[in-house]
């Protein structure tokens, strides 16, 4: 016989559109691994095309879990890292990303460029 667990689910309303999207989860490692990443360093290290990075960081920015440093240099300097909230949602999707990792669908090469396959840090 199972245990049921009731949890409310209305916290995680306001979140799941920020979640479901594509790039979300790779994005929040990739700042969780690197600390602080320009964009061009985001675009090369994911693979991701410059207006999904740019629509995603916003988005990320917007929810409190990414924080944007502009520098007033030219050419425009801009960094990104994960605010706290960023650093616990990190936390919480580790062991999703864990999981993923480990498994074995027969993928040998890495699926994005410079991609370490079976490394979550």
């Known amino acids: 016989m199972s245990q049921v667990t009731e949890a409310c689910s209305c916290p995680v309303k306001g979140i799941i559109d920020v979640v479901s999207k594509k790039w979300t989860l790779l994005i929040v490692n990739a700042l969780g691994i690197h600390d602080t990443l320009r964009f061009k360093d985001l675009t090369n290290l994911l693979g991701i095309s410059p ?3 740019s629509d995603t960081l916003k988005v990320l920015v917007e929810q409190g879990l990414v ?3 502009s520098y007033n240099t030219i050419p425009p300097k801009v960094e990104y890292s994960l605010s706290s909230d960023g650093h616990e949602f990190r936390v919480a999707i580790l062991p999703l990303l864990r999981w993923a990792a480990s498994r074995d ?3 040998q ?3 994005v460029p410079g ?3 079976h490394k979550v840090s």
């Open 51 to 53: 207006k999904s990075l």
């Open 67 to 69: 924080e944007r440093v």
């Open 105 to 107: 669908d027969g993928i």
């Open 109 to 111: 090469e890495p699926c």
């Open 115 to 117: 991609c370490k396959r």
